[in-house]
């Protein structure tokens, strides 16, 4: 058998693993691997900055439900990656990164840019590699993908110095996997189940409470399910947007800070909460203690770890959130719900406490409620801060795998990347990046990869002027005293999008935000729309860190 | 704070000390001991670390420690069914009225003296943690110059193996 060089064994390997797009951007330690990528079958995304690259590849993932793949150069290029892993991480989103290195015989001399990466990543990877010798390339790329996407995924990087790409092997890719110390969970647990299922039929005023494992598992239709099965009230966290449709009747919303009052008092009503794939993140629950006072908590997880971690926790699931629920539905089906008086008490606060803002010139929220009634099947991305919890509350999602934010790390400047990597992923969506004036300008540089690449995203810029979230604070908590949060007028978006070769709109009045939206979706080109919002809009309603979820504050 | 001793067989493979030791560090969990050594297989290594922290924080700690990629198998070892020691070198300062002193303690205890030269001893104490604190604390009083000691290993007693909490499909490779 001919031998192949390290290089060519990475990218044979990542076709074995089916992979159709890298995101990334060269270097020195690099070289040999672009160099098998210039013809390989493979498309390349070249970013302008590496933190691009990972995000990227993480919208990609989120999109597809497949592994994302990023690319950089050691040193400074494997640091820009960082952010990005971590975001990932903390979305247990599936995700491989692969840093080039100084050849093995540096490392560890502060060569010409050198970092460990390996000891940078350790917190922020489920698992990362140094590979040491060129026979293992096959078995780390297939172990990489095998750990990145299974149990809860994750990001899992590989490190390869410049002299193992080079070096030659005898190419055979692994069928098998032996991986003695990871082992995610298979089954369920059916006594679990048992005891959950009789926790349901007891209960009166049951809530689910859905989280991004239910989308990460392909487990939206067997939610549905067991929430008309059992009649429950659905609430969705930021991450789980999507795993139900915001549209149903048995939708409550967003829970937590920014969440529906109707989703907070439900919870803090409810005598049996059912977790799924979530994870009782402090902005979901507040102050613990007094989180869902009255009830019982039955916690389906795939991550044992999980369990226990935040919240107590009365029956413990351990397992893939569709196994799960399909087998609960399945528990439960016979016995007739007795939830009527719970729903119409729902019913009653949905009704006198609805999301609402005054209509006053051009809102935010209106902007959204714009693109949800003109594109309500589009893929949503967002930036971080108001926008994020304006595009959370104001777009209804009906299908998983549309919403796609940093929910975890919160990481301004994922959205617009991220929508490029979606883009890429599900060419015929149409990918509307909901963003901040400040967030956008975190890594702006990325219209020159939308327009090189011809990947036609639109970006809504809710343009207040402001690091908006962060003087909503100021306004609140530190006497209007807004330091270092007024960026108005730092750049005109429409000229800096012309720059670039991609379309600038500008919109100032409410009755021209559709138009400007058609008008971009419809040039099929990549396209910021500078939406001129009321610059001190809130999110509301809002409940302060750290008070209990039904402690909640009606904001202007 | 209650302790709990915990065998934690990982892979015999650079860098997983440091993945362990950051995970409990960033995780905030106490360590109050780690010791690490090969063991009867030439791939895995044992590592018996003492943690303190309530049972939910135990039960953490084990968790977080499984979902380490190279984190083999955990077993707790209980008080009353294993075995545990630490071992110590004290180099103790002497003349020659004191040195028969030392001797005298070194023997009640069954320590053992490894070096001796003129103006110092080193004592040799293998033992639990309470047995190392009292023969510290009697030579102290000669004035200890240097000391040096390892974390507490551990094994179960009688025929009682770490590996026999171990799931059987853990010995066998994963097929996808
Ligand atoms: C990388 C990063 N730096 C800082 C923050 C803290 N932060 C959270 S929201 C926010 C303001 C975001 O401003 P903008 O993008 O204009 O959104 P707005 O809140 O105005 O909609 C900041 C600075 C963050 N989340 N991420
Ligand atoms: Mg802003």
Redesign the interface.
Do not use: S, T, W, Y
């Given at each position: 058998m001919a031998e192949i060089t390290g290089a060519e064994a990475l990218i044979e390997s990542l076709e074995n693993e089916g992979v159709e797009v890298i995101f990334g951007y060269p270097g020195g330690s690099v070289l040999p691997i672009y160099d098998e990528l210039y013809d390989a079958s493979i498309r390349h995304v070249l970013v302008r900055h590496e933190q691009a690259a990972a995000h990227a590849a993480d919208g990609y993932a989120q999109a597809t439900g497949r592994t994302g793949v990023c690319i950089a150069t050691s040193g400074p290029g494997a640091t820009n990656l960082v952010t990005g892993i971590a975001t990932a991480y903390m979305d247990s989103v599936p995700l491989v990164a692969i840093t080039g290195q100084v050849p093995r015989s540096l490392i560890g001399g502060d060569a010409f840019q050198e970092a460990d990466i390996t000891g940078i990543t350790l917190p922020i990877t489920k698992h990362n590699y140094l590979v040491k010798d060129v026979e293992d390339v096959p078995r780390i790329i297939k172990e990489a993908f095998y750990i990145a996407s299974t149990g809860r995924p994750g990001p899992v990087l590989i490190d390869i110095p410049k002299d193992v790409t080079t070096d030659t092997l005898e190419f055979r890719y692994p069928q098998k996997i032996n991986l003695r110390g990871y082992m995610p969970p298979k089954g369920v647990d059916v006594e679990q189940l048992r005891e959950a299922a009789q926790l349901i039929l007891r209960s009166e005023r049951p809530v689910i409470y859905a989280g991004g494992g239910v989308i990460i598992s392909n487990a939206s239709s067997e939610l549905l399910s067991l929430a008309e099965t059992i009649m429950a009230p659905v609430t969705t966290t930021l991450m789980g947007k999507g795993a139900f449709p915001d549209t149903h009747p048995l939708s409550i919303g967003m829970p937590g800070m920014h969440g529906t009052k109707y989703a907070n008092y439900a919870i803090q009503e409810s005598d049996l909460i059912i977790a799924v794939g979530a994870r009782f993140d402090d902005r979901v629950t507040g102050k613990l203690e007094s989180f869902a006072p009255n009830a019982k908590i039955i916690h389906i997880d795939i991550d044992p770890a999980e369990i226990g971690k935040n919240a107590r926790v009365d029956i413990p699931v351990v397992g893939d959130a569709r196994a799960a629920l399909s087998r609960l539905t399945g528990l439960v089906k016979e016995e007739q719900p007795r939830t009527g008086a719970w729903l119409d008490r729902i019913k009653k606060w949905k009704e006198e406490f609805p999301l609402q803002y005054k209509r006053d010139g051009l809102k935010p929220q209106y902007v959204v409620e714009c693109i949800n009634e003109l594109y309500p099947d589009a893929i949503i991305t967002t930036e971080v801060g108001q926008n994020q919890m304006w595009a959370a509350q104001y777009f209804n999602c009906t299908r998983p795998r549309t919403f796609i934010t940093s929910g975890g790390l919160g990481t301004m400047g994922y959205g617009f990347p991220a929508a490029i990597g979606a883009k890429v992923g599900v060419p015929d969506a149409t990918v509307i990046d909901i963003a901040g004036d400040g967030s956008f300008q975190m890594n702006s540089q990325e219209l020159a990869t939308a327009v090189q690449n011809n990947v036609p995203v639109v970006v809504a810029i809710l343009n207040n002027g402001y690091l908006g979230m962060v003087r909503q604070w100021q306004e609140l908590f530190f006497e209007r005293r807004y330091s270092a949060t007024i960026i108005e007028e730092s750049v005109d978006f429409v000229k800096l999008a012309e720059a670039y070769g991609a379309i600038g709109l500008r919109v100032k009045e409410p009755e021209d935000v559709k138009a400007a939206l058609k008008e971009a979706v419809d040039s099929s080109r990549p396209c910021i729309i500078d939406f001129i919002v009321e610059r001190t809009e809130n999110v509301s309603p809002m409940v302060p860190a750290g008070a209990a979820i039904n402690e909640i504050l009606d904001l202007e | 704070m209650k302790r709990h001793t915990l065998a934690v067989l990982?892979?015999n493979k650079p860098?997983v000390l440091?993945?362990i030791s950051?995970?409990f560090s960033?995780r905030g969990f106490n360590i109050e001991s780690l010791a690490v050594g090969v063991t009867e297989k030439v791939d895995i290594s044992r590592i018996t670390i003492v943690v303190s922290g309530d049972d939910?924080v135990l039960?953490?700690v084990k968790?977080?420690l499984?979902?380490?990629?190279?984190?083999?198998h955990i077993a707790e070892l209980a008080p009353n069914s294993s075995v545990s020691r630490e071992l110590a070198l004290i180099k103790v300062g002497v003349d020659a009225t004191t040195r028969s002193m030392v001797m005298q303690i070194v023997d009640v205890f069954r320590a053992r003296i490894i070096d001796v030269s003129t103006d110092s001893l080193i004592v040799e104490v293998t033992g639990s943690k309470g047995k190392i604190a009292s023969i510290q604390r009697l030579l102290s009083q000669f004035g200890i110059k240097e000391m040096v000691r390892t974390g507490k290993v551990a094994l179960h007693r009688r025929s009682q193996t770490a590996a026999d909490t171990m799931?059987e499909?853990?010995?066998r490779?994963?097929?996808?």
């Open positions: - | 990982v892979e860098g440091a993945r950051g995970l960033r939910a039960e953490q968790k977080q499984n979902k380490l990629i190279d984190v083999i799931p499909e853990l010995q490779p994963i097929e996808e």
